[in-house]
């Protein structure tokens, strides 16, 4: 319901623009490459990878004066993500429906040195400030910040590897955190090519500010006192208790109308 009313707001902008007498409305549409990688807290949890995906989208602009603006808009991207090196194994994805239901079963399911790769789908609902410089001959630069973006990961999947593991396209949803909000920064120009229309280049930042995944169990080879060893085959439960933390770089094209 809440991203309908979003969607409906977007769609309502150009009259919102005329009542409220604001200097200028503009709309676009973009298409962006982008760079996706993972942050940990955990050094047994660590990233080993990132992803290249695309981003395609609608942008309002409403101007409050030639140069302070708002930005609104709404995206999909696709194979957002990374990959995480899990040193020490365990029943990492519990809740995940994995096509062989033996690496989610038991106390050391995965083994240690797993790696995970997300493959996320991800909707987008931007919303920020935009503050750009008066116009040089045909451009003019801009500074959007802040950017607050809850993205809503809509699809996970997963690819999971390891010693005797090699799982592809796995259905990882339920150990994936549904909202994963973030805040971004981004630079860049518009280059006018008629009166009414500009395109549009830019890099931008974002990270997530929640952690994405929903945490496992690691299992630890022990002695009769606890302390890991190899040489045991005494298995010590712990939470994997990483904070995950998605970081993407966007190359933003666009055309602004």
């Known amino acids: 319901m809440r991203t309908k009313s979003y969607l409906l707001l977007f769609f309502l ?4 623009a005329v009542w409220g007498q604001l200097h200028d409305y503009r709309m676009g549409v973009q298409m962006s490459p982008t760079f996706s990688w993972f942050s940990s807290n ?3 949890v660590s990233p080993n990878g990132a992803n290249l995906g695309i981003q395609f989208g609608l942008q309002s602009e409403l101007y409050f004066s030639d140069q302070i603006g708002m930005t609104v808009g709404a995206a999909i991207s696709f194979n957002q993500g990374g990959r995480l090196y899990h040193e020490i194994g ?8 994995l096509t062989d239901k033996s690496f989610n079963t038991g106390t050391k399911p995965l083994p240690d040195g797993t790696n995970i790769r997300y493959h996320l789908q991800v909707i ?13 001959g045909y451009i003019r630069y801009f500074l959007e910040a802040p950017i607050i973006d809850p993205m809503i990961i809509s ?17 990882i949803r339920k150990d994936v955190s549904k909202v994963q ?15 009414h229309n500009a395109v549009i280049f830019g890099l931008y930042f974002h990270k997530s500010l929640l952690d994405l995944t929903k945490n496992g169990t690691k299992a630890i080879l022990t002695d ?7 040489a045991d085959d005494m298995y010590r439960r712990e ?11 966007q190359f933003r094209v666009g055309i602004l109308f």
């Open 224 to 230: 009769d006192k606890g302390t890991p060893t190899p």
């Open 124 to 136: 987008h609902l931007p919303v920020g400030m935009k503050f750009r410089t008066t116009e040089f």
């Open 181 to 195: 909000p973030s805040i971004g920064i981004g630079l860049g120009m518009e280059y006018n090519i008629s009166m």
């Open 42 to 44: 955990e050094r047994l």
């Open 13 to 16: 902008l150009p009259s919102i």
């Open 239 to 249: 939470t994997e208790n990483a904070k995950i933390r998605m970081n993407r770089l």
């Open 90 to 97: 365990g029943n990492l994805l519990p809740n995940s429906e």
């Open 155 to 171: 699809k996970s999947r997963g690819t999971i590897t390891g010693f005797n593991v090699d799982l592809d396209g796995e259905n």
